[in-house]
């Protein structure tokens, strides 16, 4: 008997081979905080999640309202992993000017696709688009060290300014 064959990449049988390892967006992502802890010294372990919204999902230090966040965008096909600042317009922008100032270092940390920016209502953030992909458990890891990297790049940063 010959030996079977796997597929071609991108055939029929991979691509429905892959959809039925996909696993649903609330598995996902609460599947997350427990990969991002395992990869995060023991320091940076103990975020709290936020209860999840339907497509994204996150995760603080102390305040709510500056966390990181990883939001599945299936109308534009990405996930976004970010550091999002969403209190005070005044404190947010202080939190944005430093970011500002490092992000040379930050960059270099963590890639040049990170964009430093004023968002909307007064909100700001620091995030990544990643291309949407079948939530596999290989995206599943991939996107866990981009928000594990993430923390262990800003988290200190933030830790060692006196702000607001």
């Known amino acids: 008997m010959a030996p079977k064959r ?7 049988s991979t691509e429905s081979a892959s959809k039925e390892s996909a696993m649903k967006t609330k598995d996902f992502l609460e599947t997350l905080p427990d990969l991002i802890r395992a ?6 372990g103990e ?3 936020h209860p999840r919204v339907t497509s994204l999902t ?6 709510a ?13 990405t996930v976004e992993v ?33 964009e430093i920016e004023e ?8 995030y ?11 995206f599943l890891v991939e996107v866990s060290f981009k928000v594990s990297g993430m923390i262990k790049a800003l988290e200190p940063l933030l830790r060692s300014e006196p702000l607001p």
Do not use: C, M
């Open 82 to 114: 970010g550091l999002h600042f969403e209190g005070e317009p005044e404190s947010n922008f202080r939190h944005l000017e430093l970011l500002q100032s490092l992000s040379e270092d930050i960059r270099s940390s963590l890639g040049d696709a990170i």
């Open 65 to 77: 309202t500056i966390h990181y966040e990883v939001a599945v965008q299936k109308r534009h096909q």
């Open 6 to 12: 796997s597929a071609p990449k991108g055939s029929a």
């Open 119 to 126: 968002w909307v209502r007064g909100w700001t953030r620091a």
């Open 128 to 138: 990544e688009l990643l291309p949407l992909e079948p939530l596999t458990d290989d």
């Open 58 to 63: 996150k995760f603080y230090y102390g305040r």
């Open 47 to 49: 975020f709290q999640v």
């Open 39 to 44: 990869q995060l010294p023991p320091e940076l």
